[in-house]
């Protein structure tokens, strides 16, 4: 599992960043990628990485706003081109089936693809076998979510050594004791599952919030993360501009982090009066709070290794 920063600037592209979209890739665990929103020229960043939009099939849309959402029509279209035919299910808040659906229908796009449209609450909104995703409101003037993706605790792994010492040699018996929580051997003794196995794997737990305001609140949605996502459009220094505009600043976003107890706090969304050495002023103000802070760039790519 691993984290691709396709766009990092707030409000509109730069030189430096491109506008919001984030890349989740469980391609080991799930063979999948969920993207987290879609800003202009998504698909043109995409073009400089391995993604293969096929390989999409989740979009989690935190608010309407265009630096958000006006790559979604274009990367829909061109998924269709490139021999995407598995379901996309797209998230997000009220409004986005509307949009979605004009865009393609006034460009008269049509897809090779099922396309579902999720509008959401807050709450768990995706469950299968290996991930839950819940939503949280935040404050930004329109709705705007954050998104929290919960793995799910794992088996642990059979440990070959306890089995020899009790006599049982490798072979399809040790598939059967792994898959059943028990087995009757050959000479009839029943063993349990969970005296040959190693302890479970907790899953990670990846939270991205959307644009706004700091929320002291959301330590409780966010809390024990592997990594946190926080947008940190504005300086530390400029709180009351953040709070006019719906916004958080670095010191923020490093404030939420240690509340939380999260592992990792990761900022993006940054703006993009910030150029070249005031963006290490960003990423030092944050440290100050939380020591575990990085600063997105396009392109940057984070490992989140299994626990």
Do not use: C, N, W
């Given at each position: 599992m691993d984290l691709l920063f396709l766009g990092t600037g707030a409000g509109l592209p730069s030189k430096e960043r491109n506008v919001s979209s984030i890349a989740l890739q469980m391609l080991q665990e799930q063979q999948t990628i969920w993207l987290f929103d879609c800003g202009e020229a998504t698909q043109h960043q995409i073009l400089h990485t391995t993604i293969k939009p096929r390989k999409i099939e989740k979009i989690?849309?935190?608010?309407?706003?265009?630096?958000?959402?006006?790559?979604?029509?274009?990367?829909?279209?061109?998924?269709?081109?490139?021999?995407?035919e598995l379901p996309v299910t797209i998230y997000g808040p009220a409004g986005l089936k509307e949009y979605i659906e004009t865009s393609l229908r006034v460009s008269k796009t049509s897809l090779s693809y099922p396309l579902l449209i999720e509008e959401v609450t807050e709450g768990l909104i995706f469950e299968n076998e290996?991930?839950?995703?819940?939503?949280?409101?935040?404050?930004?003037?329109?709705?705007?979510?954050?998104y929290r993706i919960v793995e799910k605790t794992r088996q642990g792994e059979l440990q070959p050594e306890k089995l020899k010492e009790a006599g049982i040699l490798p072979g399809p018996i040790y598939k059967q004791i792994k898959e059943n929580s028990t087995v009757t051997l050959d000479n009839g003794k029943v063993i349990k599952r969970t005296d040959f196995m190693g302890p479970d794997k907790p899953g990670r737990v990846v939270t991205i919030l959307g644009d706004s305001r700091y929320m002291p609140q959301l330590s409780e949605f966010t809390a024990d993360s592997d990594v946190l996502i926080h947008e940190a459009t504005f300086d530390g220094e400029d709180q009351q501009l953040a709070y006019d505009y719906y916004h958080s600043t670095t010191r923020q976003a490093a404030s939420l982090a240690k509340q939380?107890?999260?592992?990792?706090?990761?900022?993006?969304?940054?703006?993009?009066?910030y150029q070249?050495?005031?963006?290490?002023?960003l990423l030092d103000q944050a440290r100050e709070?939380?020591?575990n802070t990085e600063l997105a760039h396009d392109f940057c790519q984070i490992e989140i290794p299994s626990k």
């Open positions: 989690f849309i935190t608010h309407l706003h265009g630096d958000h959402i006006y790559g979604l029509p274009g990367l829909l279209s061109s998924r269709s081109f490139q021999s995407g290996h991930t839950q995703a819940y939503a949280k409101k935040l404050d930004h003037g329109i709705d705007s979510f954050g939380a107890g999260v592992k990792k706090l990761i900022m993006t969304h940054i703006s993009s009066r070249g050495e005031q963006q290490q002023k709070i939380f020591p």
